[in-house]
């Protein structure tokens, strides 16, 4: 799913961020690797250009997957809790001057 978003992604131009919302188990990869393996794959091969946000729930971690990462024990604070990394991703994103 998150191979799919990202080639969706990659054809609207510049700026494009996914966030996932996990439980921090890969559910599928192909033969020849594991899921997890599969998954760290296809976030390291994203455009440069590219930001994702893995936001691991009920207190799972998806560090070893997205560099950007936050995790959340409660459904409640997610955004509270994601607001600080996400602001931090925007600025890489954004050109200078923020336009």
Same mark, same amino acid.
């Given at each position: @799913? #998150?191979?799919?978003?990202?080639?969706?992604?990659?054809?609207?131009?510049?700026?494009?961020?996914? #966030?996932?919302?996990?439980?921090? @188990?890969p559910s599928d990869g192909p033969s020849n690797m594991s899921a997890s393996e599969h998954l760290i794959s296809v976030v390291q091969s994203a455009d440069k250009d590219f930001a994702c946000?893995?936001?691991g729930i009920d207190g799972h971690s998806v560090a070893e997957y997205y560099a950007n990462s936050v995790t959340s024990r409660n459904v409640r604070t997610i955004g509270?809790?994601?607001?600080?990394?996400?602001?931090?991703?925007?600025?890489?994103?954004?050109?200078k001057g923020g336009q």
């Open positions: @799913a #998150v191979e799919w978003c990202i080639n969706k992604l990659n054809k609207l131009g510049d700026n494009r961020m996914l #966030v996932v919302i996990s439980d921090g @188990a946000l893995g936001i509270k809790e994601s607001l600080p990394t996400m602001k931090k991703m925007l600025k890489k994103m954004l050109p």
